[in-house]
């Protein structure tokens, strides 16, 4: 879904773990997150944005996770990802999961953590529907950021979002002014009404969550751009993008989660 180079990396070191033990390895990721400090650190930067918003998140939507059966990275993630819905008293139930890489194995330790897997893969294009919503994309490919932004193109739809993944400032200063604007249009138009904070550096977990920063949108902030940038609506279809980065719908076998329920 999100362009992870790791996706494939240990596929037979997981199917050699059984559900029972990819839950006690993630335990142990979670209280490794617990001691070092990090998860400490990392709740007040998530903090800084929510407190400043009168409506608390309702659902998390967790894109490009990866294999966590396999892969210690990944699995970090998931372990954080757990302890922020804790934080921000999002239950399980109401949060929902999507990466074509995940096993059948995995797919069924996501649902014995009471989280749910979305059936299709929706390339990032998930309508907030009203909903304060917090977006987990640690290490996504720009186009389902990009993605995300067109299909909440309103400011009144992103100041309900909240994102933790790659840096938005990161790929502003990566990018060519004019590739950012060409291919991922909605990024850089959005980006005079971001707001961004870095997630804490940690010797422990430079590769885990490098790059990673919470963004939201201050509906004041977005009411300040030009009204005209509001009117361009033109789905992102990528034509001239050399590096995607993501898995499209189209792309056959892997376009669903593992026996996913419908919502």
């Known amino acids: 879904m999100g362009g992870r180079r790791r996706r494939g990396r240990g596929r037979a070191a997981e199917e050699g773990a059984d559900g029972a033990a990819v839950l006690r390895l993630l335990r142990a990721a979670r209280d490794d997150l617990l001691s070092s400090g990090f998860w400490a650190a990392s709740a007040g930067a998530v903090r800084a944005p929510l407190g400043r918003s009168a ?5 998390c939507v967790c894109y490009g996770l990866g294999r966590f059966g396999a892969c210690p990275a990944a699995r970090y993630q998931l372990a954080f990802l757990l302890l ?3 934080e921000l008293r999002v239950p399980p139930g109401q949060c ?4 074509p890489a995940f096993s059948p194995r995995e797919a069924d330790v996501l649902r014995q953590l009471g989280m749910r897997l979305l059936p299709e893969n929706e390339e990032g294009k998930h309508d907030v529907e009203g909903s304060a919503t917090v977006f987990y994309m640690v290490h996504c490919g720009k186009a389902l950021y990009n993605n995300l932004l067109w299909r909440n193109w309103s400011a009144e739809a992103l100041s309900k979002m909240v994102i933790i993944g790659n840096s938005f400032r990161g790929m502003e200063e990566r990018l060519l002014s004019r590739v950012l604007e060409r291919d991922y249009s909605y990024i850089a138009k959005v980006l005079k009404g971001t707001e961004e904070a870095a997630l804490p550096a940690h010797p422990r977990y430079l590769d885990t969550f490098n ?4 963004h939201w949108f201050p509906l004041q902030k977005l009411q300040e751009i030009s009204p005209e940038v509001w009117d361009f609506l033109e789905e992102p279809m990528y034509q001239d993008c050399e590096d995607l980065e993501i898995i499209r719908r189209e792309d056959g076998a892997e376009r669903r989660c593992p026996d996913a329920t419908k919502a």
């Open 84 to 86: 922020l819905l804790e």
């Open 211 to 214: 790059d990673t920063s919470i």
């Open 55 to 59: 409506e608390p998140p309702a659902r």
């Open 96 to 99: 929902s999961l999507f990466d």
